[in-house]
């Protein structure tokens, strides 16, 4: 064992370099102290020792040898005494402590080589009780280690090993080999104390470097302190137990605009407007409580802030915290929350808040739903509007709508732009529903007053669904679910129209619902069939073509017409299956009929836009040797409306086929005219509200005489639709027009009961229970009056 070692602890790795001095001054420091402090309150029980060996052994052993041992360990106590009152540890230097501690481990080196060889020596001399005296001395010598030597592992490393082998032969001394039980405790001493000495001094250079690295962490953070107040933006602030400022920085200062002196010991609350925050902030000052990013308002030279503040209670009463300028990211958070809750285009609430609030009202998010009212409304035709006019145009009439909305209602109330051309007013009431019904028209009203933008005045209406909900007796679903069945209602009034909830509704909603499920599997299942109608000839009575009609056979409902059902194929997309099916299947059994009439075929616009159209009808023509050009598809405007390049197209390529278009329920649009410019029809048909009136209407004979001339000049043919009179078959030959097609001719009936073509027969064409007579009398009037002619047109 190296007694002048300077440390206990591996020399340090290159993370330990930078403070190893430092560290090393640590414990020596610790190490002298200690060690002074142990020894020096061993000199008491030493002495006691040593005179107690004295008077034990002074007659039975030499007493000149005992007395001898006995100056010797004494003067090497008072030696140690002297060497103590030689330093300051508190002002020596590194060195100083170093030369020291050498001088301390050799000089217990010397003390412990001095008890080893008293012990052996005076065994030989034992008897009795003086065997209990050397035992119980060589104990408390060997295990008074543990208070001298504590933080000297050395000395102490020493002490045990040459201690042991001492006690150990001192035994053998005395018992011989019957002292093996003490032999063996002794051992276990030593092995004891050794794994104390090294988990003591373990534990003594951790807690040293510890502290090292609490003042390096200390220093660094008084460091960073200074630079953080120099360099950064956030201020640090410290308040005494009453909450006044104190020790107040420069930074915080100048972030206030005041002078420091005027700050110190001014109430830190006097900073910021009164409000839940700053409470929340009173309450941790009081509390002495920690807390983490407080978000408070305050004035600086009248400027509103927003500051976050942090803070932590100090042992020695004081609280002491960071205060950061958030000013900008408060207000990009409120921009965002605002885009998150408001439309920005409008401004108003949007979907997500209407929902919100929807909810709330409706009993979601309290005990007992209120009795609220809800107006849902869609402006008509706005699409035309934007497309025509331009988006910017769009979006001024959208603000503007918002506007007046809002004029219209309480503070407390709520109007919302869901999206589109789509908004909602929500309010709370109890009001009746003659009430709300007014309220709606009211609204009707101002939309439908005309717009200036631009120089320009423009006008739009609205339709409004009305939906209510008293004493929370539907949730927020089921009452948009039920202003959603009241607006559809209202749209189908037409333009500028309101509609209010009824239970009604509900069941027609109900039975669309239904007959979407029935559709799905109406064509899988067989229930689809197509009726024919004829189409004949207003000059010669003869029939020129037929009508292909959907009918659905339901297998509880019975019959079902087309205008119950195709709507739905129409919005659910099943109209391009079906629509594909009756395509193959018109011409399929046309095919099979005899004569050389013409095949009319209706298409839906969705069809028009389907990329397959044109080969379907391609394949139908080709697989059963149909001659083109005697289909003809009849679409409506609504076809062209979007004016669309693909749906033109299409037309086009079906053209190119040899197909015939025609352009059904003309004049009950808003743009005919323009259509008849933008695409050659080769047929106009002219839609039943003309024909209806058409013999005592002026105005409806002014309308077919003028559709006539028009086709004639295009090119085109005409069709009146709808006839079941006599004297509407007379009156359109006499303005005209040139084929007719209506009850009075033929009821629709399926291919197995239709025989088109011509006969004297009053069932010809047709197997009806109640045949066309008065049909059957036009047309032989009008074969006579061809005869007459010669066979010629008229």
Same mark, same amino acid.
């Given at each position: 064992?190296?007694f002048a070692?300077?440390?206990?602890?591996?020399?340090?790795g290159?993370?330990?370099?930078?403070?190893s001095d430092?560290?090393?001054?640590?414990?020596l420091?610790?190490r002298?102290?200690?060690?002074?402090s142990g020894a020096t309150?061993?000199l008491?029980?030493?002495?006691?020792a040593?005179l107690?060996?004295?008077?034990t052994?002074?007659?039975?052993a030499?007493p000149?040898?005992i007395?001898a041992?006995?100056? +010797?360990?004494?003067?090497q106590l008072?030696?140690?005494v002297?060497?103590d009152?030689q330093?300051d540890?508190e002002t020596a230097?590194?060195d100083e402590?170093?030369r020291?501690w050498r001088?301390?481990?050799?000089?217990q080196g010397?003390?412990?080589?001095i008890?080893?060889v008293i012990f052996?020596?005076?065994?030989q001399?034992a008897q009795?009780?003086d065997?209990?005296v050397?035992g119980?001395?060589?104990t408390a010598?060997?295990?008074?280690?543990l208070?001298?030597?504590r +933080?000297?592992?050395q000395?102490?490393t020493?002490?045990?090993?040459?201690?042991s082998?001492?006690?150990?032969l001192?035994?053998?001394?005395?018992g011989g080999a019957g002292a093996w039980p003490t032999?063996?405790?002794?051992?276990?001493f030593?092995?004891?104390? /050794?794994?104390a000495i090294?988990a003591?001094d373990?534990y003594?250079?951790?807690?040293?470097?510890?502290?090292?690295?609490?003042r390096?962490?200390d220093m660094?953070v008084?460091?960073l302190l200074n630079d953080?107040e120099?360099? %950064?933006?956030?201020?640090l602030?410290?308040?005494g137990?009453r909450?006044n400022l104190?020790?107040v920085?420069?930074g915080?200062?100048?972030?206030?605009?005041?002078?420091?002196? +005027?700050l @110190?010991? !001014?109430p830190?609350?006097?900073?910021?407007? $009164?409000?839940?925050k700053?409470?929340e902030?009173?309450r941790?000052i009081v509390?002495?409580?920690?807390?983490r990013d407080l978000?408070?308002?305050l004035?600086?030279?009248?400027?509103?802030?927003?500051w976050?503040?942090s803070?932590?209670?100090?042992?020695?009463?004081?609280? !002491?915290?960071?205060?950061?300028?958030? +000013?900008?990211?408060?207000?990009?958070e409120?921009?965002?929350a605002?885009?998150?809750?408001?439309?920005?285009l409008t401004g108003l609430?949007n979907?997500?808040?209407?929902?919100?609030?929807l909810r709330g009202?409706a009993? @979601?998010n309290?005990s007992?739903g209120?009795s609220i009212?809800?107006?849902?409304?869609?402006?008509d035709?706005?699409?035309?509007?934007?497309?025509?006019r331009?988006?910017?145009v769009?979006d001024?009439?959208?603000?503007?709508?918002?506007?007046?909305?809002?004029?219209?209602?309480r503070s407390e109330? /709520?109007?919302?732009?869901?999206?589109?051309?789509?908004?909602a007013? /929500?309010?709370?009431t109890r009001?009746g529903?003659?009430?709300?019904?007014?309220?709606?028209h009211?609204?009707?009203?101002v939309?439908r007053?005309p717009y =200036?933008?631009?120089?320009?005045l423009?006008r739009v209406?609205?339709?409004?669904g009305?939906?209510?909900?008293i004493?929370?007796?539907?949730?927020? #679903?089921?009452l948009?679910?039920?202003?959603?069945l009241?607006l559809?209602?209202?749209?189908e009034?037409?333009?500028?129209n309101?509609a209010?909830?009824e239970?009604?509704?509900?069941?027609?909603a109900r039975?669309?619902r239904?007959? =979407?499920?029935?559709?799905a599997?109406?064509?899988?299942?067989?229930q689809?069939?197509?009726h024919?109608q004829s189409i004949?000839?207003? #000059?010669t009575?003869?029939?020129?073509?037929i009508e292909?009609?959907?009918?659905?056979?339901?297998?509880?409902?019975?019959?079902?017409p087309?205008? @119950?059902?195709l709507p739905?194929a129409?919005?659910?997309?099943? $109209?391009a299956a079906i629509? @594909?099916?009756a395509?193959?299947?018109?011409?399929?059994?046309?095919?099979?009929?005899?004569?050389?009439?013409r095949?009319?075929?209706?298409?839906?616009?969705?069809?028009?836009?389907?990329?397959n159209?044109v080969?379907?009808?391609?394949?139908?023509?080709?697989?059963?040797?149909f001659?083109?050009?005697r289909?003809e598809?009849?679409?409506t405007e609504?076809v062209l409306?979007d004016q669309s390049?693909v749906?033109?197209?299409?037309l086009?390529?079906l053209r190119?086929l040899?197909? &015939?278009i025609a352009?059904d329920?003309f004049g009950?649009?808003?743009?005919?005219?323009?259509?008849?410019?933008?695409f050659p029809?080769d047929?106009?048909?002219?839609?039943r509200v003309f024909?209806?009136d058409?013999?005592?209407?002026?105005h409806s004979?002014?309308? $077919? %005489?003028?559709?006539?001339?028009?086709?004639?000049?295009?090119?085109?043919?005409t069709?009146?639709e709808g006839?079941?009179?006599? =004297?509407?078959?007379?009156?359109?030959r &006499?303005l005209?027009?040139?084929e007719a097609?209506?009850f009075?001719?033929?009821?629709?009936?399926?291919?197995?009961?239709?025989?088109?073509g011509?006969?004297?027969?009053?069932?010809a064409?047709?197997?009806?229970?109640?045949p066309?007579?008065?049909?059957?009398?036009?047309? =032989?009037?009008?074969a006579?009056?061809v &005869?007459r002619?010669?066979?010629?047109a008229?």
């Amino acid at each position: 064992m190296q007694f002048a070692g300077l440390k206990s602890e591996p020399s340090p790795g290159p993370e330990e370099a930078l403070h190893s001095d430092e560290l090393e001054h640590l414990l020596l420091y610790r190490r002298l102290r200690s060690f002074s402090s142990g020894a020096t309150i061993s000199l008491v029980p030493a002495v006691g020792a040593i005179l107690t060996l004295l008077y034990t052994f002074w007659n039975d052993a030499p007493p000149g040898m005992i007395a001898a041992w006995a100056l +010797t360990q004494i003067a090497q106590l008072c030696v140690f005494v002297m060497l103590d009152r030689q330093i300051d540890i508190e002002t020596a230097s590194l060195d100083e402590m170093r030369r020291h501690w050498r001088k301390f481990l050799i000089l217990q080196g010397v003390g412990s080589t001095i008890y080893v060889v008293i012990f052996p020596y005076l065994a030989q001399y034992a008897q009795g009780l003086d065997i209990a005296v050397l035992g119980i001395v060589g104990t408390a010598i060997l295990c008074g280690v543990l208070l001298v030597h504590r +933080t000297a592992p050395q000395a102490a490393t020493f002490h045990v090993l040459t201690m042991s082998p001492s006690l150990l032969l001192t035994a053998w001394l005395i018992g011989g080999a019957g002292a093996w039980p003490t032999m063996v405790l002794i051992v276990s001493f030593a092995f004891a104390l /050794l794994a104390a000495i090294r988990a003591q001094d373990r534990y003594f250079v951790q807690a040293a470097r510890s502290e090292v690295e609490r003042r390096e962490n200390d220093m660094t953070v008084r460091m960073l302190l200074n630079d953080y107040e120099e360099q %950064s933006s956030d201020w640090l602030w410290t308040v005494g137990p009453r909450g006044n400022l104190r020790d107040v920085s420069a930074g915080l200062a100048e972030a206030l605009g005041r002078d420091e002196e +005027t700050l @110190e010991g !001014s109430p830190l609350l006097d900073l910021f407007q $009164i409000g839940e925050k700053r409470d929340e902030l009173a309450r941790h000052i009081v509390e002495r409580s920690p807390f983490r990013d407080l978000l408070v308002k305050l004035r600086v030279a009248g400027e509103l802030r927003y500051w976050r503040l942090s803070a932590r209670p100090r042992v020695d009463g004081r609280m !002491s915290g960071v205060a950061r300028d958030v +000013t900008n990211d408060k207000l990009i958070e409120d921009r965002v929350a605002f885009m998150a809750h408001y439309d920005n285009l409008t401004g108003l609430a949007n979907r997500y808040l209407f929902n919100e609030r929807l909810r709330g009202l409706a009993g @979601e998010n309290r005990s007992n739903g209120a009795s609220i009212a809800l107006f849902y409304l869609d402006l008509d035709d706005f699409k035309a509007i934007n497309d025509t006019r331009g988006h910017l145009v769009g979006d001024r009439l959208l603000r503007e709508v918002g506007t007046r909305l809002e004029q219209e209602i309480r503070s407390e109330d /709520l109007v919302a732009r869901l999206g589109g051309d789509e908004f909602a007013v /929500l309010i709370e009431t109890r009001a009746g529903d003659g009430l709300l019904i007014e309220r709606a028209h009211r609204f009707l009203s101002v939309i439908r007053a005309p717009y =200036e933008i631009e120089g320009q005045l423009y006008r739009v209406s609205t339709s409004v669904g009305v939906a209510r909900c008293i004493d929370g007796d539907c949730d927020a #679903d089921e009452l948009m679910r039920r202003a959603d069945l009241a607006l559809y209602a209202a749209k189908e009034k037409g333009r500028d129209n309101l509609a209010l909830f009824e239970p009604e509704l509900d069941r027609k909603a109900r039975e669309r619902r239904q007959v =979407e499920a029935d559709l799905a599997d109406a064509l899988a299942r067989g229930q689809m069939r197509l009726h024919y109608q004829s189409i004949v000839d207003l #000059d010669t009575g003869e029939t020129t073509g037929i009508e292909a009609l959907m009918r659905w056979y339901h297998p509880q409902r019975g019959i079902i017409p087309p205008t @119950e059902f195709l709507p739905v194929a129409e919005e659910t997309g099943m $109209i391009a299956a079906i629509g @594909e099916w009756a395509i193959r299947e018109a011409i399929a059994e046309a095919s099979a009929m005899p004569g050389d009439f013409r095949l009319a075929i209706n298409l839906s616009p969705t069809q028009v836009k389907n990329p397959n159209l044109v080969a379907t009808v391609a394949q139908a023509i080709h697989q059963h040797g149909f001659a083109p050009e005697r289909v003809e598809l009849e679409i409506t405007e609504h076809v062209l409306l979007d004016q669309s390049d693909v749906s033109r197209s299409t037309l086009m390529r079906l053209r190119e086929l040899g197909v &015939k278009i025609a352009l059904d329920d003309f004049g009950t649009g808003y743009s005919s005219l323009g259509y008849l410019r933008s695409f050659p029809f080769d047929r106009i048909k002219i839609d039943r509200v003309f024909v209806e009136d058409v013999v005592a209407d002026t105005h409806s004979k002014a309308i $077919i %005489s003028s559709i006539t001339r028009l086709a004639d000049a295009l090119g085109m043919q005409t069709t009146g639709e709808g006839v079941e009179t006599p =004297e509407q078959l007379e009156m359109l030959r &006499k303005l005209g027009v040139e084929e007719a097609q209506g009850f009075l001719i033929c009821r629709p009936a399926p291919a197995e009961d239709f025989v088109p073509g011509d006969s004297d027969s009053e069932d010809a064409g047709l197997q009806d229970p109640h045949p066309g007579s008065d049909f059957v009398d036009y047309r =032989e009037r009008r074969a006579r009056a061809v &005869k007459r002619r010669g066979g010629k047109a008229a």
